[in-house]
Structures are given as structure tokens and as C-alpha cells.
């Protein structure tokens, strides 16, 4: 049985249809860039009299971090929206 792909437009909004696709296709572009930005200011840093250690740990912790908040914000919503009554809902429009 083929599946008939419908179209979309895969846009970043969170109501697309496509929004998984979308986010798998930013993945491997946002690698070589990550790893850009940490040459970029490495060398910035080493322009100055004082020095500190610049680990690419650091991004990657960064990065986790924004991963955890987000999934989690989502989540909270996600929950909400699944536990909520919909006769409340309905009642209030």
C-alpha cells in the first residue's frame, strides 16, 4: 500500500503539521555551526591580556540546558492541555 504524502509547508510554528521534520532538519545544520561559533570565539578570546579556559563542554551544557527548559515548558502545557476539562472549555466560549 503507498502512502500519499500530503503537502505542508514545514514551517517552525507548533500548530505545522511538519513541525517534526522541521526540527530533524536543523539538527545537522546547527552542528557545524556550533563548532564554528566555538573557533570563532576561542580566537576572539585570545586577543585579550587575560585568559580564561573556553571548553566546548560549555555549548554542549548550554545546548542541554535549553533542550531540558524547552522540553520541559512543553511538557507542563502538554499536560495541562491533556488533564483539563473540556466541558470547561466549551463553557467558557
Known amino acids: 500500500m503507498l502512502l500519499k504524502r500530503t503537502s505542508c509547508t514545514c ?5 505545522s503539521t511538519c513541525t ?3 526540527r530533524g532538519n536543523c539538527s545537522p545544520t546547527a552542528t557545524p555551526r556550533m563548532y564554528t561559533s566555538f573557533l570563532l570565539m ?3 578570546l ?5 585568559r580564561i579556559a573556553f571548553d566546548p563542554l560549555l555549548l554542549l551544557l ?7 527548559v524547552a ?3 512543553a511538557g507542563w502545557h502538554s499536560v495541562r492541555a491533556a488533564t483539563a476539562n473540556p466541558v470547561e472549555s ?3 466560549e
Do not use: C, H, K, M
Open 11 to 15: 514551517s517552525p510554528s507548533p500548530l
Open 90 to 92: 466549551i463553557r467558557v
Open 62 to 68: 548550554a545546548g542541554l540546558a535549553t533542550l531540558v
Open 46 to 50: 585570545q586577543g585579550f591580556a587575560y
Open 71 to 73: 522540553l520541559l515548558a
Open 42 to 44: 576561542r580566537q576572539w
Open 20 to 22: 517534526p521534520i522541521w
